[in-house]
């Protein structure tokens, strides 16, 4: 049966969250995410956990994502992280720290095991790892020097020169590019690992780009992971400049999970654009074509973010907002 979705935010009122879940089940879904940030880790577990019940108790699979956490994660959540170790930034190349947490760090590595403890804690069935990448500059609105990279903090240099036994260059080479590569991939290797030994799923959720920049250009090397679990991409046609239209757009990457899935016996999965989108009629036919795409190209799972056309979220919700969801639910077989 296909797993149909949304990604759930911003409410810890468990009665106002709880009418929410009545209605995504009243229209058919079967799976919610609920986000899980540096904030929520603090001040609101016990809120999530009695939230993740009640959608135990209307029979959503639970998936649980680090919203924002170390800002390596996708996400509209502020890491506090960030701000109280700023010994694990990272680092570019000409020495400037940045804001974010640096894969590597020891610090950041013992605080992404206590938040991943903490949700399997509250009730994941699947830990869902969003977008993880390396700091990319445009997204984080800083301006860096041209040709700076990260990252190029101490531990990141160390674990270079174990690895090639050369220091680690000011210039991004193939080399650098698979070291970033390698250790994103033992950094979610590790946690994957606490997740699985706790007794949870884990799903990854990689940019809809096949480059080091974007996180990993062999998708392969994931996919053939023993602790993953469902693998999926989020092809957001407006979201992403190299996109074509939308429906080529996920197609191409419907095509490439469900390949991979396929070979390595995963679950594939697909996330649908319901952000930042305007309300043109023929922009509310496209999400109904691309989630079309998604359940027809063969997807065991197909997810959107995020619920009510991200409302909720001045910042990126669509200008009809309503429009966006029913077209999404509505797009979804019965």
Request: proline content about 4%.
């Amino acid at each position: 049966m296909l797993e149909r979705g949304t990604s759930y935010f911003g409410v810890r009122n468990v009665d106002h969250a709880t009418r929410d879940l009545d209605r995504f089940a009243d229209a058919g879904l079967n799976a919610v995410l609920h986000t899980f940030s540096e904030r929520d880790l603090q001040y609101y577990r016990g809120t999530l956990e009695r939230t993740i019940e009640a959608s135990h108790e209307r029979g959503f699979t639970v998936y649980v994502n680090p919203w924002g956490v170390g800002r390596v994660f996708g996400g509209e959540a502020l890491s506090e992280f960030v701000g109280r170790h700023p010994e694990a930034r990272q680092r570019l190349s000409s020495g400037d720290a940045v804001p974010a947490a640096c894969f590597n760090h020891p610090t950041f590595r013992r605080f992404v095991q206590e938040w991943t403890e903490a949700a399997v804690g509250i009730g994941a069935d699947v830990v869902f790892w969003d977008e993880p990448h390396w700091f990319i500059s445009e997204w984080a609105d800083v301006d860096v020097p041209e040709g700076a990279w990260a990252c190029h903090c101490d531990h990141c240099q160390r674990a270079y020169e174990r690895r090639y036994d050369e220091p680690l260059p000011d210039e991004r080479t193939d080399r650098t590019d698979e070291f970033r590569e390698e250790s994103l991939l033992e950094f979610l290797e590790e946690t994957m690992a606490v997740v699985r030994d706790a007794g949870a799923r884990n799903a990854v959720c990689l940019l809809p780009r096949q480059d080091a920049a974007h996180g990993l250009s062999d998708w392969d090397t994931l996919a053939a992971s023993d602790h993953l679990d469902v693998f999926a991409t989020d092809p957001y046609w407006d979201a992403f400049e190299h996109a074509t239209d939308a429906t080529s757009f996920v197609a191409e990457y419907t095509d490439r999970v469900v390949a991979l899935a396929d070979q390595y016996d995963l679950q594939s999965q697909i996330w649908i654009q319901g952000f930042r989108l305007d309300d043109d009629p023929e922009t509310i036919r496209t999400v109904e074509k691309a989630t079309k795409t998604a359940v027809e190209g063969g997807v065991d799972s197909v997810f959107t973010w995020g619920y009510d056309g991200c409302a909720s979220i001045s910042s990126i919700a669509c200008d009809d907002p309503e429009a966006v969801w029913n077209t999404y639910l509505d797009a979804l077989p019965d």
